[in-house]
C-alpha cells in the first residue's frame, strides 16, 4: 500500500533540502511560499509507489554537474549513471533525496551531510534519462507539484564525435578528449577506452569508452567523473503519474517556468510568492535566469 503523504510535508521537505529559514505557511486553500527567487522548487515523487525493473547496471558513474545559473555563479549537483547490458539510466541523486525526504523522518549526520552534498535538484536537467540502442526517455520533475513527471521520448541521436590529439588522466584512466555540436552547444568530452561501454553523462554518448568528463565551450555545464563502481543494481522505472509531451513542449514550459514564474505557478493568484530578505512579494516582475541546456 502507498503511504499517503499530506502536501503540508510534502512542502516542507523541499524547503528543508534547500535550507531555508523560514517556514511555509498554508492558510485555506492559499499557499505562502516564502522561498529562494533565484531558483525554482522541484516537486517530489513517492518513492515506494510500484515499478518495474528494466535491466541491472553492471556499472555504475558518479557525477559532479556544475550548472550556471546566474551570469557570475553556478551550482553543484551530484547525477549517477547506471548502465545495463539494454538500458541505461542518469539520474539526480539530489532529486532522489528529495524524493526519501517525503517519508523519512530520522536522519543520520552522516546522511545529512550526504542528503545536503547532493546539491539542490534543477528543472533544465532532466531528473532521469533512460536510454536503449533506439530511443531516449527523458523525465523530469515538476516545480511546485508532487506525484507528477513530465515525459518526452525521441530516438537515440547518434553524435558526430571528432577526436582530438589532446590527452589527460582522470581518476587513474587514461583519457582522450573529442568534441561535436549538440543540443545548440559545442561540447567538449574527455573519454576512457578503458572503460569500453559507449556512453556518458545526460545525453552525452557515442564514443569507444565511458565518458567521464564533458563540458561546453560557454562554460554553462560541467559534468565530471567522481567515482565509478562495479555493482548490480536494479535500473527502476517508478510508476508515478506521468504526462506525456513533445521535446518542443518541455522546452517551451521551462523557458517559461524560469522567465514568467509566477503567470506559471500562481494557479491565478492562489499560490503567492514571497521573498524571504525582504517580504516583498512577487508577481509579474519575478524571473528566474534561464541557461537551457537544450537551446
Known amino acids: 500500500m502507498k503511504r499517503v503523504i499530506s502536501c503540508i510535508i510534502a512542502i516542507l521537505a523541499i524547503?528543508?533540502?534547500?535550507?531555508?529559514?523560514?517556514?511555509?505557511?498554508?492558510?485555506?486553500?492559499?499557499?505562502?511560499?516564502?522561498?529562494?527567487?533565484?531558483?525554482l522548487m522541484i516537486g517530489v515523487c513517492n518513492i515506494e509507489a510500484d515499478y518495474d525493473v528494466l535491466d541491472t547496471a553492471l556499472v555504475a558513474i558518479d557525477y559532479r554537474?556544475?550548472?550556471?545559473?546566474?551570469?557570475?555563479?553556478?551550482?553543484?549537483?551530484?547525477?549517477?549513471?547506471l548502465c545495463g547490458k539494454q538500458t541505461s539510466l542518469f539520474y539526480s541523486v539530489a532529486q532522489q533525496n528529495e524524493n526519501m525526504a517525503r517519508y523519512k523522518n530520522n536522519w543520520s549526520d552522516e546522511e545529512l551531510d550526504e542528503f545536503y552534498a547532493a546539491g539542490v535538484?534543477?528543472?533544465?536537467?532532466?531528473?532521469e534519462v533512460y536510454s536503449t540502442a533506439e530511443e531516449v526517455r527523458a523525465r523530469h520533475n515538476i516545480p511546485f507539484a508532487d506525484d507528477i513527471m513530465y515525459e518526452y521520448r525521441e530516438p537515440i541521436t547518434h553524435i558526430e564525435w571528432q577526436l582530438t590529439n589532446?590527452?589527460?588522466?582522470?581518476?587513474?584512466?587514461?583519457?582522450?578528449?573529442?568534441?561535436?555540436?549538440?543540443?545548440?552547444?559545442?561540447?567538449?568530452?574527455?573519454?576512457?577506452?578503458?572503460?569500453?561501454?559507449?556512453?556518458?553523462?545526460?545525453?552525452?554518448?557515442?564514443?569507444?569508452?565511458?565518458?567521464?568528463?564533458?563540458?561546453?565551450?560557454?562554460?554553462?555545464?560541467?559534468?565530471?567523473?567522481?567515482?565509478?563502481?562495479?555493482?548490480?543494481?536494479?535500473?527502476?522505472?517508478?510508476?508515478?503519474?506521468?504526462?506525456?509531451i513533445t521535446k518542443k513542449q518541455w522546452l517551451k514550459f521551462e523557458k517559461n517556468a524560469h522567465l514568467n514564474p509566477y503567470s506559471q505557478f500562481s494557479k491565478g493568484g492562489q499560490v503567492r510568492f514571497y521573498n524571504s530578505s525582504d517580504m516583498r512579494e512577487l508577481?509579474?516582475?519575478?524571473?528566474?535566469?534561464?541557461?537551457?541546456?537544450?537551446?
Open 166 to 244: 589532446q590527452t589527460r588522466e582522470i581518476y587513474g584512466y587514461h583519457c582522450s578528449s573529442a568534441e561535436a555540436i549538440f543540443g545548440g552547444r559545442v561540447w567538449r568530452v574527455w573519454f576512457a577506452p578503458e572503460v569500453p561501454i559507449s556512453s556518458g553523462p545526460w545525453l552525452l554518448g557515442g564514443l569507444p569508452g565511458m565518458i567521464l568528463s564533458a563540458e561546453d565551450s560557454d562554460g554553462d555545464f560541467r559534468f565530471e567523473m567522481e567515482g565509478i563502481s562495479q555493482k548490480n543494481e536494479e535500473i527502476r522505472l517508478y510508476d508515478w503519474i506521468t504526462k506525456q
Open 65 to 81: 554537474v556544475s550548472y550556471r545559473n546566474s551570469h557570475d555563479s553556478h551550482l553543484d549537483v551530484r547525477y549517477r549513471l
Open 15 to 39: 524547503f528543508t533540502a534547500v535550507a531555508q529559514s523560514s517556514t511555509p505557511t498554508i492558510i485555506g486553500k492559499d499557499i505562502i511560499a516564502w522561498g529562494y527567487t533565484d531558483r
Open 283 to 295: 508577481k509579474s516582475e519575478w524571473h528566474i535566469e534561464y541557461y537551457p541546456l537544450l537551446k
Open 121 to 127: 535538484p534543477t528543472i533544465v536537467i532532466p531528473t
